[in-house]
């Protein structure tokens, strides 16, 4: 399960927040750890670009496994959004993406929360 908080750096006002262009979530669970019950989550940032896509991914707060932090990254990169908007212009925004390695199941949505 994976929900995205953005921000934009320095600016007062409102903005149309990115909006994820799929549903699916291009994530893949490390198999050796599933297959021995690990679990995990790892906190991500991630610059949402003017054109939608992932342009840089930075780990905030590692799960603890080099695996799922790995695939937490590199899932991150391929993640395309419509863009983020402001007085009608697109732009970039920041956003932090917790990616949940869970073998429980749970629906894959990908929300966006304004940060606080």
Same mark, same amino acid.
């Not at 994530?27 to 939608?52: A, C, N, S």
């Given at each position: 399960?994976?929900? #995205? %908080?953005t921000?934009?750096?320095?600016?007062?006002?409102?903005?149309? *927040? $990115?909006q994820?262009?799929?549903?699916?979530?291009?994530?893949?669970?490390? =198999?050796? =750890?599933?297959?021995?019950?690990?679990? !995990?989550? %790892?906190?991500?940032?991630?610059?949402?670009?003017? %054109?939608?896509?992932?342009? +840089?991914?930075? #780990?905030?707060? +590692? +799960? !603890?496994?080099?695996?799922?932090d790995?695939?937490?990254?590199? !899932?991150? @990169? &391929? =993640? @395309?959004? +419509?863009?983020? &908007? *402001?007085?009608?212009? &697109?732009?970039?925004?920041?956003?932090?993406?917790? #990616?949940?390695?869970?073998? &429980? $199941?749970? $629906?894959? %949505? =990908?929300?966006?929360? $304004?940060?606080?």
């Amino acid at each position: 399960m994976m929900s #995205v %908080t953005t921000a934009a750096c320095g600016v007062d006002a409102e903005i149309e *927040q $990115p909006q994820p262009l799929s549903a699916e979530i291009p994530i893949e669970y490390p =198999l050796h =750890l599933w297959d021995q019950d690990m679990e !995990g989550e %790892t906190l991500l940032r991630v610059r949402v670009g003017d %054109t939608g896509g992932v342009n +840089s991914v930075e #780990v905030i707060q +590692s +799960s !603890g496994h080099l695996s799922f932090d790995s695939a937490a990254v590199d !899932g991150a @990169r &391929r =993640l @395309r959004f +419509s863009p983020a &908007r *402001q007085d009608g212009k &697109r732009i970039e925004v920041w956003a932090q993406v917790p #990616v949940r390695f869970s073998k &429980r $199941p749970r $629906p894959d %949505t =990908l929300g966006i929360e $304004p940060n606080p």
